[in-house]
């Protein structure tokens, strides 16, 4: 004990004041809920015991109570079954029956009526007991007999007894006065023939009212109740308001030996008061309750008190490490000069201990010796309250014996009364920011030596005032010390001439907006020209807030007199470099126009030789003959139009773009392309998108695009005398999106001949290149160069089946440069087939 007692001692000494505190509020508040637990289980516990004591009284009650009834039912069915006996044996006639009936219901008053049936039913003989001879309207009762007509429990039992050939009871029914009663059956059996039954009827209220033990009924209610739970008979009535009520204590033991769906039901109630009536009980809650209340109120009360403990305690902590932390040190001394309180940071600032410090007067150990006097005139000039605000600037000697500059401020120390009882000096060191400050004037010194240096002018002009703030060497130089050139290159005088501005930069749009605003906006790069000096100035200028909070402008200026002039030079050398790349041109026009124009005269050929055939033949209408010379005059003026674009694109001029309609564009190409088509007996087959988008762009370059596409798929299929089933090329004309390119329309044009080989393709666009001996091999630089001209791409591609070339597709995009769509309606797909003409 005394080693557990050193245990417990050891660690309540270990734990933190605020900790023994929270333990000694918790304890009783601990002791007061486990009294209260106790006397609660307690009391439960006795109430238990109770129930379960109660129970077991029920139960032994209701178990002798079935002895009791179970007894006479065996004693009555022995007897009964002696009877049938010596009828079977024909012993017995009915006179006889009817005076054993007598003597048997004389000394069991349960009985109400005893009855013998033939096989058929019919009353052989019968006897009622005295008490049940009449009925409720005076008249003789009538037995509940099994009838074939009315199916009942008398009779259902019959049958029972009758199959089995054994002793059988019937379930619960309510006789002819209305009083739950049941029957035993015993069958008559001569030479394993049914002859009969002997009918034994009970009343299970005089079963209850004589059978259950005097003491037993006025301990408990014993009752009889059916499969359905409904009370038939019981010791007591129930009152009508606590019919539906149950019994907290129930016991149920079935009715032996008839084992017919009746229980006998022992019923129990608790004699002592519930728990929540108990008022010793709720006299120990009220003041259990009342204890936890007072020690919550106390706990509550200490820890407001630790919490405020704690708050203070951090409270000095935090005061304490903001002045360990700080740089500046901190001297407190009293009204007669005293040091009274020192901080960490002023000791490490002197190189002294508190113990050193404090306590001490004038002079102190930090004053340098060949300055003791005038420290002495500062402190009493101090100690008369006649500091500056701003601070005096002292020298301060460490321990070690080397000096710094500091600057101390001083002010009064008030006590809660409000009486003044010392000064407090803050001190800090200075020495640092002194050689800044000299560094600054320093780096101050050398930029304004680079600045003067400059060959540009840098001038700063003060917004409001209107005055010059700085100029350097090059400003004075072409404008002397006047702000008027200042103005000149922002723009404020007549006589400026910005160089490719308008009117409207002599205004400065800056003018009315916040200083952080226009601080934050960047240089304005222009070119001025100034009269007076006849020179050109690059001006830069930018809004800038100076050293005393005053929004200026400063602008630099950089003399580019000599560089437009060099650049007037380069763009007269450029025009006649110009005129020179036009002749180089030529030559390369001649060749195009050679190839390119070789298609609509070939059209205009074929056009001329058909009408004179058919003019000859004299076949040809006057009708046709006018349709035809209008096709001529039409291939005439497209001849004319492609020398006047290809002459304009040679130039590398942008085409001569309009909103132009994909499938009107491909109308035009195939309707040319068809006469070289049919020509080599070769068929095309055109798809055009419904609802396309127009495209900005020159339709008959893209158109020309197409007929050189068209021609060369033509002539590759004539060239390897495909058969006619393979003649064909397929022109489609389709929207893209492409994570490059955008929203672009993709015309392509397919064909079934042998393809490109692999070595020519890296050299399709170069020009002068041909596969063909005739060729001049600018067909397809010169669409490309078109295309890309639009911003499109050109792309080739061999078609394969396995390993070996069955066609070849050109395909071009061109971007989508609106986003309305056509108005007028188009077909879901268009097919045309052009099939080769005889």
């Not at 009791?68 to 079977?88: F, K, T």
């Not at 940071?345 to 102190?364: I, K, N, W």
């Not at 749009?509 to 100034?530: D, F, H």
């Not at 070996?804 to 050109?810: E, K, L, N, P, S």
Request: charge should be neutral; hydrophobic fraction near 40%; include cysteine.
């Amino acid at each position: 004990m005394p080693a557990v007692k050193r245990l417990v001692g050891r660690w309540w000494r270990r734990q933190s004041p605020a900790r023994q505190d929270r333990f000694a509020t918790l304890g009783p508040l601990l002791s007061v809920l486990l009294f209260l637990a106790a006397i609660i289980s307690a009391f439960w516990y006795l109430r238990n015991e109770e129930i379960e004591r109660e129970s077991e009284s029920v139960k032994r009650d209701t178990e002798i109570t079935q002895q009791q009834i179970g007894l006479r039912l065996i004693q009555n069915q022995e007897s009964l079954m002696r009877m049938a006996r010596e009828i079977v044996m024909r012993t017995t006639d009915a006179d006889d029956f009817t005076g054993q009936a007598v003597a048997f219901a004389r000394e069991r008053p349960e009985i109400t009526h005893l009855t013998w049936l033939d096989a058929h039913r019919r009353v052989r003989a019968s006897h009622f007991a005295p008490l049940y001879q009449v009925d409720s309207q005076g008249g003789t009762a009538e037995p509940n007999l099994p009838r074939t007509d009315v199916p009942n429990e008398p009779e259902n039992t019959f049958r029972a007894a009758r199959d089995s050939r054994a002793p059988t009871y019937s379930r619960a029914f309510m006789d002819a006065s209305g009083a739950p009663a049941m029957q035993l059956h015993i069958p008559l059996v001569e030479r394993n023939t049914f002859a009969g039954v002997l009918i034994l009827e009970y009343s299970i209220d005089a079963l209850v009212r004589h059978f259950v033990p005097a003491d037993v009924a006025q301990r408990h209610l014993i009752s009889v109740v059916d499969d359905q739970q409904r009370v038939l008979a019981a010791t007591v009535k129930p009152h009508p308001a606590q019919a539906g009520r149950r019994a907290p204590i129930i016991t149920d033991v079935p009715l032996t030996p008839a084992i017919n769906g009746l229980l006998l039901r022992g019923q129990g109630w608790r004699t002592s008061i519930g728990l929540v009536n108990n008022t010793l009980f709720w006299m120990v809650v009220a003041l259990s309750v009342l204890t936890l209340w007072m020690l919550l109120g106390t706990w509550r009360h200490m820890r407001r008190r630790s919490q405020i403990q704690g708050a203070l305690v951090q409270e000095t902590n935090f005061r304490r490490a903001m002045e360990n932390s700080m740089p500046t040190g901190m001297r407190a001394m009293d009204l007669d000069g005293r040091i009274t309180y020192v901080n960490a940071a002023f000791c490490q600032m002197t190189g002294f201990t508190s113990a050193e410090l404090v306590g001490r007067q004038p002079p102190y150990p930090y004053w340098p010796p060949d300055r003791v006097e005038e420290n002495h005139r500062l402190l009493n000039q101090e100690l008369q309250g006649r500091s500056p605000s701003g601070g005096i600037e002292v020298k301060v000697m460490r321990k070690e014996g080397t000096i710094f500059d500091a600057r101390m401020y001083i002010s009064p120390l008030i006590d809660p009364k409000g009486q003044q009882t010392g000064w407090m000096t803050s001190i800090t060191n200075i020495t640092e920011a002194k050689r800044i400050r000299d560094q600054l004037s320093a780096s101050h010194e050398r930029f304004t030596t680079v600045l003067e240096g400059l060959d540009a002018s840098v001038s700063v002009l003060s917004v409001q005032q209107g005055e010059l703030l700085f100029v350097n060497r090059s400003y004075r130089l072409w404008f002397g010390g006047d702000a008027k050139g200042h103005q000149q290159m922002a723009g404020g005088v007549v006589g400026m001439e910005p160089f490719g501005a308008d009117g409207d930069d002599e205004v400065d749009g800056l003018s009315g907006l916040p200083t952080q605003e226009l601080t934050e906006t960047g240089a304005n790069p222009r070119e001025v020209y100034i009269d007076s000096l006849g020179k050109w100035f690059d001006v830069r200028s930018r809004y800038l807030q100076w050293t005393d909070g005053r929004l200026a402008q400063m602008l630099i200026a950089t003399d580019i007199t000599a560089r437009l002039r060099a650049e007037e030079q380069a763009a007269a050398q450029a025009d006649k470099a110009q005129v020179t790349s036009r002749l180089v041109t030529m030559g390369e026009m001649a060749s195009s126009v050679a190839h390119e124009l070789n298609q609509p005269l070939t059209a205009i050929t074929n056009y001329c030789n058909g009408m004179v055939s058919r003019v000859k033949a004299d076949t040809i209408r006057s009708e046709d003959l006018i349709a035809a010379l209008q096709k001529t005059a039409r291939q005439a003026e497209r001849a004319g139009q492609i020398i006047h674009r290809i002459r304009a694109f040679v130039k590398r001029s942008e085409p001569q773009r309009q909103p132009s309609q994909a499938r009107q564009i491909v109308e035009d190409a195939v309707e040319l392309a068809g006469i070289e088509l049919r020509r080599r007996n070769v068929a095309i087959h055109t798809y055009v998108a419904q609802r396309l988008p127009e495209i900005q762009v020159d339709p008959i370059l893209i158109e020309q695009v197409l007929l050189n596409l068209l021609k060369n798929a033509a002539e590759a299929i004539d060239s390897e005398q495909l058969p006619p089933q393979r003649r064909h090329i397929e022109l489609r004309v389709v929207p893209r999106h492409t994570p490059e390119e955008g929203g672009v329309i993709e015309f392509s044009v397919t064909d079934t001949g042998p393809g490109i080989k692999d070595e020519v393709i890296d050299r399709l666009y170069e020009a002068f290149f041909s596969t063909k001996k005739e060729g001049l091999g600018i067909g397809l630089s010169l669409c490309r160069s078109i295309i890309e001209s639009h911003r499109g791409r050109m792309r080739a591609q061999n078609l394969y089946n396995g390993t070996q070339a069955v066609g070849c597709r050109f395909s071009f995009t061109v971007p989508v440069e609106t986003l309305h769509r056509s108005d007028a309606p188009a077909p879901a797909a268009e097919g045309e087939t052009t099939s080769p003409s005889p």
